[in-house]
């Protein structure tokens, strides 16, 4: 991308975009806020963020006969609480001021999909999707959309064209006039894109 490109695409975002705060501090969160820099201009929230990327670090992967009680409370139990959290952080004051908001959740796509061997995450994804949808049902009439992002970062950063993409999807689902919500959206390379099956 040229810097005549990025700059346009800055001012572009900016006048038709809200500005957005990227929330989570793990590797996937450093990718996104990487590859889409000119829709993350808030580098924290403050009392006029609206607009919100949430992003969750999932545990490292391990096989269900392997599963411990603590186990389970810090691979299922903390991620999603932690969503929740920040989600009810954002929409709080959103609806006390009036104000119309955006709330866009990033997921891993690989463990979204499923995969063998990391169940615990695929529980993860699916609270999340499923409150998602949820949510937007709830708030909708509050003027705050809710959606799911589901990210290979990889392909992200193999593919411009994938990480092109997911800078259109999220700048649109950022967008002030935009009134997309509840759906999930898959930025992938396409070889995978479907439920896993045994």
């Known amino acids: ?109 690989e463990e979204a999909l499923g995969r063998a061997g990391d169940a615990a995450a695929g529980a993860v994804c699916g609270g999340i999707l499923s409150m998602a949808r949820t949510l937007s049902l709830e708030l909708k009439r509050k003027a705050i959309t809710v959606n799911v992002v589901c990210v290979d970062t990889e392909s992200c950063y193999e593919k411009p064209t994938i990480a092109q993409a997911l800078r259109g999807q999220l700048e649109l689902l950022f967008r002030r006039d935009s009134w997309i919500t509840g759906q999930e959206i898959w930025v992938t390379d396409g070889t995978e894109a479907g439920r896993v099956r045994p």
């Open 1 to 109: 991308m040229t810097a005549t490109h990025s700059a346009t695409l800055q001012d572009h975002a900016r006048q038709t975009s809200d500005a957005a705060a990227i929330i989570g501090d793990g590797p996937t969160a450093k990718a996104i806020a990487a590859m889409a820099p000119e829709l993350f201009s808030e580098p924290e929230r403050n009392e006029n963020t609206s607009a919100v990327c949430i992003v969750p670090s999932l545990a490292a992967a391990l096989p269900a006969p392997e599963w411990t009680a603590a186990h389970l409370a810090a691979a299922v139990g903390d991620p999603l609480v932690w969503v929740v959290h920040e989600v009810q952080s954002v929409i709080v004051p959103l609806i006390e001021a009036g104000k119309p908001g955006r709330i866009v959740i990033i997921l891993p796509a």
